[in-house]
């Protein structure tokens, strides 16, 4: 089975531009979650989408939005960027029937998007 | 709000030496924890998933434990290998995030 995949893998953007990054999971994976790292802050969780709809939101700005297409496959979009966006963007996919089940997320390699 | 502490934030230790790290959270009411491992500048792989109803799990040399009322967990490293050197992170799940991660633990294992 492939793994999850994000692309692209590096990015340079500009202050004030905006950016879209994806992320197909591993298939028959219905939860898509992502994920911001930076050194300071650490590895913080920006959201989470299941069958399309947003479960759950980190404490982000409205600049970060994402969205799930009906292969499961996710998308965030960071609008105006800001040289603090600077990160590792990472997108984790589960099985997860529903809410209050566990299961394993699979982590991608992560989207390193440099704000100059 | 959760919060998850990991302690040390670094370590070194000798090739063949057994080790443990340590995860402290402050909420226990969580769905789960997961202990992952990063190489640099590469992704998360998930070492060990344990249900909130579980004590333990094992998986070849580790192995890890979950104290739920006391809000800890241990990850056991036996006869550490080079190419364990790492950062070791953990994360807990709740009813609010999939994962509340601690900001790690970075291994080095000497030859």
């Known amino acids: 089975k492939a793994g999850v995949t994000q692309t692209p893998r590096y990015l340079i953007k500009t202050r004030g531009q905006q950016v879209t990054l994806s992320c197909s999971p591993i298939?028959?994976?219905?939860?898509v979650s992502w994920y911001q790292q930076t050194p300071g802050q650490g590895l913080q969780f920006l959201f989470e989408y299941f069958s399309e709809t947003q479960r759950n939101k980190g404490n982000f700005p409205g600049r970060f939005s994402g969205r799930q297409f009906s292969n499961s496959r996710s998308e965030m979009n960071v609008s105006t960027l800001e040289l603090g966006d600077s990160a590792l963007y990472l997108c984790?996919?589960?099985?997860?029937?529903?809410?209050?089940?566990?299961?394993?997320?699979?982590f991608g390699p992560g989207t390193r998007l440099t704000v100059l | 709000k959760q919060e998850v502490t990991q302690i040390p934030a670094a370590l070194s230790v000798p090739e063949g030496e057994n080790l443990v790290l340590n995860c402290s959270f402050t909420?226990?009411?969580?769905?789960?924890l997961q202990w992952f491992r990063q190489d640099p500048g590469k992704g998360l792989t998930s070492l060990l998933l344990?249900?909130?109803?579980?004590r333990e799990q094992t998986s070849g040399r580790l192995n890890a434990s979950l104290d739920k009322s006391s809000g800890r967990s241990t990850l056991y490293i036996a006869a550490s290998q080079p190419g364990d050197s790492a950062t070791y992170l953990c994360a807990v799940g709740n009813q609010v995030t999939p994962l509340v991660f601690g900001k790690g633990t970075r291994l080095s294992v000497i030859a």
């Open positions: 344990i249900q909130s109803s579980q």
């Open positions: 984790a996919s589960s099985w997860s029937p529903g809410q209050g089940v566990a299961d394993t997320q699979y």
């Open positions: 298939s028959g994976h219905r939860s």
């Open positions: 909420d226990s009411a969580i769905y789960n």
